[in-house]
């Protein structure tokens, strides 16, 4: 049962780390809502998602590692299954960084 569910939670949060890395890579233009007060493109968008959603995909790629034992597995594996949430944490990464610039930036104009 743990390892259906593990199985079951990793591919869903590997499928939507994919779905919008897709969307970031063709760079989709439009915009979902024309009024909002920022309006993000929805590749922008997708793009604060994946950051978003960092912290649950390591909680779920442990748990992936842990319900199937993989560390006595090769090593190519391991890192196989580490990559999409070192890709969404590379987008929190770009996140905060621009945060920090905006925030540089601010400071220097005012």
Same mark, same amino acid.
């Given at each position: 049962?743990?390892?259906?569910?593990?199985?079951? *939670?990793?591919?869903?949060?590997?499928l939507?780390? *994919?779905?919008?890395?897709?969307?970031?890579l063709?760079?989709?233009?439009?915009?979902?809502?024309e009024?909002?007060?920022?309006?993000?493109?929805?590749?922008?968008?997708?793009?604060? *998602?994946?950051? *978003?959603?960092?912290?649950?995909?390591?909680?779920?790629?442990?748990?992936?590692?842990?319900?199937?034992?993989?560390?006595?597995?090769?090593?190519?594996?391991?890192?196989?299954?580490?990559?999409?949430?070192?890709?969404?944490?590379?987008?929190?990464?770009?996140w905060?960084?621009?945060?920090?610039?905006?925030?540089?930036n601010?400071?220097?104009?005012?």
């Open positions: 049962m743990k390892k259906a569910f593990s199985l079951i *939670l990793y591919s869903l949060g590997t939507i780390m *994919l779905g919008l890395t897709v969307l970031i063709l760079k989709v233009e439009g915009t979902p809502s009024t909002a007060m920022i309006p993000f493109a929805i590749w922008e968008s997708a793009t604060v *998602l994946l950051a *978003l959603g960092t912290v649950p995909m390591w909680v779920v790629t442990v748990y992936f590692m842990y319900a199937w034992k993989i560390e006595e597995k090769a090593m190519w594996l391991r890192i196989l299954i580490f990559v999409p949430a070192v890709v969404c944490s590379l987008f929190a990464v770009y905060i960084t621009v945060y920090i610039i905006g925030m540089i601010m400071i220097k104009g005012s």
